[in-house]
Structures are given as structure tokens and as C-alpha cells.
């Protein structure tokens, strides 16, 4: 059966509308805190309550809208199987969502160095803290768990290259910045002039990291070989066949056409939330000691993650009085890690990067590709950690509580890290100052 007749059910009987609007309503109790969302959003255009109480509202409304993301890429998965599924969630990811629209806000707001932080803390958040957590909350009651190798593989090569991709600009200022130091006449070029190069430098990489990036996708999802499909890889694990073949066999609950209704609402409404949680971080940074770093690479990834984190605290609670109390039989150990905190890493240093740096040429905004180098290092310690802890496609509790440790170790060293004014210089926009 091809997708497009998958997609459609031929055949098969639909599911109704008022059915489906039932099922999305119903499918959660944290669904109650949607009425937060007009509250918050008063909060916001009002301006008459502490920021402290618009972001504590702005923070409540997103998180029932996150758990309806996992409802709709479950029942998308349904109509377009697992990669496709996947592909439609990772893109429209309720962190990935919250995540875009703070860097939009910033490039928009011209805070473009606070907008570099935020890249680097959001990147280095999706391939430390949470397939971290993953690894290590699924591989304690299991020995290994199972990547698919050749997906894993083409990760690796996708992230190096995206890495890479920052480490050129940053090792050509190097470069530069030597030279004119070494050398016995006043070479130095003009902060015009280095502004210039790196704005032009930027857009080339921004345009050949898209091209790496649908490239990647059209491999990945009609790869050559039997039935272009990598569940037909020799290599792919037996829990992902059987997957995929659960999903061919369960019916949705709600229908396709809907969901895609609801889904572009919830993106919609999401956006907008995460703006007013924006606009509230901004006042309780100014009145801390917290620096424009730490709030970039820790604080700002942290929150878009936090509503989404309160989700899975209390589901682990409430697993583990589950087992403790015996009230039903714990279910056994899945064999297959979950690692599309990484896929969607990778989507925002190919896909979100260059969009966000094209956006930047095209409304004005000298925004490059130029990062601090301590942000360089990060980027490249979690690259190499990550791609050393999946490198044989097994995962266990310990290689990600070694993850977690090592973003621990980030954020502490991320505490003292005042930036580097020098290339911040270079992004002033036109009016503002150094610092911004």
C-alpha cells in the first residue's frame, strides 16, 4: 500500500469529526489547564500583574498544548507510519515550536548574541540532557538498548558536519585576528569590513547546510534497496519492525484531517505563548545576576523543555508509586532507545540555523554564523560525546548518566562565562549596543 492510500485509508472507514474532537479533548486531564491559555495571554496584553505572574501563567498554558503534540504525532504515526510520522513531529516538535519562535522573537528584537547562546544551549540540551535522561531512565532495569545503526551512522555524519559548519567562521577570525596581532603594521580590518565578510561567509554556509539537510531527508526516507525503506536495513532492530508493523494494524481515533486542523492551531497558539514567556524572562534576568549567556545557552533551552520535563517528573512518579505500591504489573523494559532529542538537534544546526540566518539577510539583521569560541567547544565536546556514546547503536543507563553529567558540567562552567564583546561587536545591528 503506497503512503498517499495509507494516508487516506482506502478502503477503510474514517474516523468521524465530532468523534475525533471528543478523543482530543478527552485524551488527557492536563487538558484542563487550556483554559490557562486565555488567562495568560489577558495577563500579557494587560500588562497590569507582576512579570513573575505572567511567566508562571505563560508556563502553565504550554504545557497542555505539548501533551497534545505527543496525542497528535501518535495518531499522524498511524496515518504515516513511523519515519514519515516522525519527520511531522520532529519538525513540528513542541520544543522545536517553542524553540523557533524564541529565535524568530530574538532575531526580530535584534538581540542576535543572546540569539547565538540560545542556539548553542538548545543544540547542546537535545544531545546531552535529554537523550541523557533517556538512556538512563530506560537502560536501568534493561543491560543495552538498541539505535538503528544505519540511521545512527548518518547522525553522526550530520552532526559533525553541522559542527563543523560554526567551527569555520570561528577559526577564520582566529586566523584573522592573529595575523593582525603578529603583525608589525596596523592590518586589522574594519569592524565594517569583518561584519561584512561574515554576513556573506554566513549565508553561503546557511544555503549549503540546506542542502545537506534535504539531501539527508530524501536519503533517509527513500534510501536505496529493497522497498526503500530503512526498516529494511539488515541491521535495524527487531522492536522497530515490530513497531511499524503495530502501527499498520491499529486503528487511529482520530481523523487525518482533523488532527492536521488541530495541529496547525496548537502551532499557532503555542507560538504565541512562547512569545509571552519570552517577553517575561526578560524583566527577571534584568533583575538577577544571571548573565546574558548563561540565560542564552542554560536558562532560555531549559524553559522550553521545563513544561515538557513536569510532564515526564510526574509520569515517573506516578510509574514508580505505581510499582511500589503494587497497584498493577510493571510493564517490561523496552529494548529500544529513544533518541529523537538527537534528530532534532540536528534539525536545528541544518534546518533552524540557515532559516533563521536567511531570515536575518532577508529583514536586515546582520545576524552570522560567527560564535563565541567557548560556544565552539561546547558544541564540539557534545558532538564528540554523543557520537562516541552511540557509536556501536547500543546505549545503557550508565553512558547516559555520563551525558547528564557532562551538561551538568556545562551549565556550572556556563555560570562565569561573560562572552567575548569583540565578536559580539560584530552583530550589533544599526543603533544598538555591543551588549545586546
Same mark, same amino acid.
Request: glycine letters at 6%.
Given at each position: 500500500?503506497?503512503?498517499?492510500?495509507?494516508?487516506?485509508?482506502?478502503?477503510?472507514?474514517?474516523?468521524?469529526?465530532?468523534?475525533?474532537?471528543?478523543?482530543?479533548?478527552?485524551?488527557?486531564?492536563?487538558?484542563?489547564?487550556?483554559?490557562?491559555?486565555?488567562?495568560?495571554?489577558?495577563?500579557?496584553?494587560?500588562?497590569?500583574?507582576?512579570?513573575?505572574?505572567?511567566? +508562571?501563567?505563560?508556563?502553565?498554558?504550554?504545557?497542555?498544548?505539548?501533551?497534545?503534540?505527543?496525542?497528535?504525532?501518535?495518531?499522524?504515526?498511524?496515518?504515516?507510519?513511523?519515519?514519515?510520522?516522525?519527520?511531522?513531529? *520532529?519538525?513540528?516538535?513542541?520544543?522545536?515550536?517553542?524553540?523557533?519562535?524564541?529565535?524568530?522573537?530574538?532575531?526580530?528584537?535584534?538581540?542576535?548574541?543572546?540569539?547565538?547562546?540560545?542556539?548553542?544551549?538548545?543544540?547542546?540540551?537535545?544531545?546531552?540532557?535529554?537523550?541523557?535522561?533517556?538512556?538512563?531512565?530506560?537502560?536501568?532495569?534493561?543491560?543495552?538498548?538498541?539505535?538503528?545503526?544505519?540511521?545512527?551512522?548518518?547522525?553522526?555524519?550530520?552532526?559533525?558536519?553541522?559542527?563543523?559548519?560554526?567551527?569555520?567562521?570561528?577559526?577564520?577570525?582566529?586566523?584573522?585576528?592573529? +595575523?593582525?596581532?603578529?603583525?608589525?603594521?596596523?592590518?586589522?580590518?574594519?569592524?565594517?569590513?569583518?561584519?561584512?565578510?561574515?554576513?556573506?561567509?554566513?549565508?553561503?554556509?546557511?544555503?549549503?547546510?540546506?542542502?545537506?539537510?534535504?539531501?539527508?531527508?530524501?536519503?533517509?526516507?527513500?534510501?536505496?534497496?529493497?522497498?526503500?525503506?530503512?526498516?529494511?536495513?539488515?541491521?535495524?532492530?527487531?522492536?522497530?519492525?515490530?513497531?511499524?508493523?503495530?502501527?499498520?494494524?491499529?486503528?487511529?481515533?482520530?481523523?487525518?484531517?482533523?488532527?492536521?486542523?488541530?495541529?496547525?492551531?496548537?502551532?499557532?497558539?503555542?507560538?504565541?505563548?512562547?512569545?509571552?514567556?519570552?517577553?517575561?524572562?526578560?524583566?527577571?534576568?534584568?533583575?538577577?545576576?544571571?548573565? @546574558?549567556?548563561?540565560?542564552?545557552?542554560?536558562?532560555?533551552?531549559?524553559?522550553?523543555?521545563?513544561?515538557?520535563?513536569?510532564?515526564?517528573?510526574?509520569?515517573?512518579?506516578?510509574?514508580?508509586?505505581?510499582?511500589?505500591?503494587?497497584?498493577?504489573?510493571?510493564?517490561?523494559?523496552?529494548?529500544?532507545?529513544?533518541?529523537?532529542?538527537?534528530?532534532? +538537534?540536528?534539525?536545528?544546526?541544518?534546518?533552524?540555523?540557515? *532559516?533563521?540566518?536567511?531570515?536575518?539577510?532577508?529583514?536586515?539583521?546582520?545576524?552570522?554564523?560567527?560564535?563565541?569560541?567557548?560556544?565552539?567547544?561546547?558544541?564540539?565536546?557534545?558532538?564528540?560525546?554523543?557520537?562516541?556514546?552511540?557509536?556501536?547503536?547500543?546505549?545503557?543507563?550508565?553512558?547516559?548518566?555520563?551525558?547528564?553529567?557532562?551538561?551538568?558540567?556545562?551549565?556550572?562552567?556556563?555560570?562565569?562565562?561573560?562572552? @567575548?564583546?569583540?565578536?559580539?561587536?560584530?552583530?550589533?545591528?544599526?543603533?544598538?549596543?555591543?551588549?545586546?
Amino acid at each position: 500500500m503506497s503512503r498517499w492510500d495509507r494516508f487516506r485509508r482506502k478502503g477503510k472507514k474514517n474516523v468521524g469529526v465530532l468523534v475525533s474532537v471528543k478523543e482530543i479533548v478527552t485524551c488527557s486531564w492536563l487538558n484542563i489547564l487550556i483554559l490557562v491559555t486565555p488567562v495568560a495571554w489577558w495577563a500579557h496584553f494587560g500588562g497590569k500583574l507582576h512579570y513573575s505572574v505572567d511567566f +508562571s501563567l505563560s508556563f502553565l498554558s504550554i504545557i497542555p498544548h505539548e501533551k497534545l503534540f505527543d496525542f497528535y504525532g501518535e495518531q499522524m504515526q498511524l496515518y504515516l507510519g513511523k519515519d514519515v510520522g516522525d519527520l511531522l513531529t *520532529i519538525t513540528l516538535n513542541k520544543q522545536a515550536v517553542v524553540e523557533g519562535t524564541l529565535a524568530i522573537i530574538l532575531l526580530t528584537k535584534c538581540r542576535l548574541k543572546l540569539l547565538q547562546s540560545t542556539i548553542t544551549g538548545v543544540v547542546v540540551l537535545h544531545l546531552l540532557l535529554i537523550p541523557g535522561a533517556a538512556f538512563f531512565t530506560g537502560g536501568a532495569r534493561i543491560w543495552e538498548q538498541d539505535l538503528h545503526p544505519a540511521h545512527t551512522q548518518l547522525n553522526h555524519s550530520l552532526l559533525t558536519v553541522g559542527v563543523l559548519a560554526l567551527l569555520l567562521p570561528a577559526t577564520f577570525y582566529a586566523a584573522v585576528s592573529g +595575523s593582525a596581532s603578529n603583525s608589525t603594521t596596523n592590518s586589522t580590518p574594519s569592524t565594517e569590513v569583518l561584519q561584512t565578510e561574515f554576513l556573506q561567509m554566513s549565508r553561503g554556509l546557511a544555503v549549503i547546510l540546506l542542502l545537506i539537510y534535504i539531501a539527508s531527508r530524501i536519503y533517509y526516507h527513500n534510501p536505496p534497496g529493497k522497498g526503500h525503506s530503512m526498516l529494511n536495513h539488515p541491521g535495524t532492530p527487531e522492536e522497530l519492525k515490530n513497531a511499524e508493523d503495530k502501527l499498520a494494524h491499529t486503528e487511529p481515533k482520530v481523523n487525518q484531517w482533523v488532527c492536521l486542523a488541530f495541529l496547525a492551531v496548537n502551532v499557532g497558539v503555542m507560538a504565541a505563548t512562547a512569545e509571552w514567556l519570552a517577553d517575561s524572562i526578560e524583566p527577571m534576568v534584568a533583575a538577577t545576576s544571571v548573565t @546574558q549567556e548563561w540565560s542564552g545557552i542554560v536558562l532560555l533551552p531549559i524553559v522550553s523543555f521545563s513544561a515538557d520535563g513536569a510532564i515526564a517528573v510526574g509520569y515517573f512518579v506516578h510509574r514508580t508509586l505505581s510499582r511500589l505500591l503494587r497497584l498493577k504489573t510493571p510493564e517490561a523494559p523496552t529494548t529500544l532507545a529513544k533518541a529523537e532529542a538527537i534528530d532534532l +538537534s540536528i534539525q536545528f544546526l541544518l534546518f533552524w540555523t540557515p *532559516i533563521v540566518t536567511l531570515l536575518g539577510w532577508w529583514t536586515n539583521k546582520p545576524f552570522n554564523l560567527l560564535f563565541d569560541f567557548f560556544e565552539v567547544g561546547l558544541l564540539i565536546g557534545a558532538c564528540f560525546l554523543v557520537n562516541y556514546v552511540t557509536q556501536d547503536a547500543k546505549t545503557n543507563w550508565i553512558e547516559g548518566f555520563a551525558l547528564l553529567c557532562f551538561y551538568v558540567m556545562i551549565v556550572l562552567c556556563t555560570w562565569f562565562y561573560n562572552g @567575548q564583546p569583540a565578536i559580539a561587536s560584530l552583530l550589533a545591528c544599526s543603533g544598538s549596543t555591543v551588549t545586546e
